[in-house]
């Protein structure tokens, strides 16, 4: 059976608005706070921070989205065609995301837990370049790396910033998740590394209020911490649809061989 009831939520850009009023006359939507109506799937209409703000806030919902492009890259989106767009949902490849779990400790004792579902990142704070200790299955693998930072990244993050700091694309069905530095300065050689899914990796800041980070996972940032745990949860997995021809494994795929 396929879908029929569907909600659909877009931002603010004229492009998505227009997309919304053409979907409204087309369809009768469903709201998602009525639950007599419960909605089967949620369409998306905007770019890729947006599709992501919208997976943070009804994940729990456990439903599947429909992306539309409506912004500039649209890489977790479909492309902008509203004609048959019912049944070109109910024909959609579903794939799985799953968010990474931060969990960060701050110098004044703080705690603040979040997910990602492209990367968690670490910066320097300030002038001086960050102090870390890697670990990873509790298990010290660098003692001290010098740095601007280092970054946990998705397959589906990974085609964003952790391949524009020279981290390697992972195709989705790998099992793998990057680790790779920002501008490493010692050990200047070290390029990364790539995990096993269901690696435990720990962060440690050294001479934390001497030299200060900062750790953010998507939309999350948080100042002046000391350690950065990071696993994968694969309890908390979110499914996106795509059409069949515009499907995000060819997609990651077809990124490998760009030049």
């Known amino acids: 059976m396929g879908f029929q009831k569907i909600a659909c939520i877009a931002d603010n850009s004229p492009k998505a608005q227009a997309a919304l009023k053409k979907i409204q006359e087309q369809y009768e939507l469903v709201e998602l706070t009525r639950r007599r109506m419960a909605a089967e799937a949620i369409i998306v209409l905007g770019g890729d921070g947006f599709m992501l703000q919208t997976l943070h806030k009804y994940m729990n919902m456990k439903l599947p989205f429909y992306g539309i492009n409506c912004g500039t890259v649209g890489f977790l989106m479909n492309q902008n065609l509203l004609d048959g767009l019912l049944d070109r949902i109910n024909h959609a490849r579903s794939t799985t995301l799953y968010p990474l779990h931060m969990y960060a400790r701050r110098i004044n004792g703080k705690v ?53 700091a020279g981290g390697p694309i992972i195709p989705l069905g790998a099992n793998l998740i990057a680790l790779t530095p920002l501008v490493p300065f010692r050990p200047r050689r070290w390029g990364g590394a ?35 745990a990071v696993s994968e949860q694969r309890k908390l997995g979110v499914t996106l649809l795509f059409d069949p021809e515009h499907n995000l494994e060819e997609r990651i795929m077809k990124e490998q061989f760009t030049y």
């Open 112 to 164: 603040t837990q979040a997910l990602a579902f492209n990367e968690v990142s670490l910066f320097r704070q300030g002038r001086q370049a960050a102090k870390i200790q890697v670990s990873v299955d509790h298990v010290v693998r660098l003692k001290e790396l010098t740095c601007d930072g280092i970054l946990v990244a998705t397959p589906a993050g990974s085609t964003a910033y952790n391949f524009s």
């Open 194 to 228: 790539l995990l096993p899914h269901d690696a435990s990796i720990n962060l440690s800041i050294l001479e934390p209020e001497k030299r200060p980070v900062n750790a953010v996972a998507d939309f999350t940032e948080i100042q002046d911490v000391t350690e950065v």
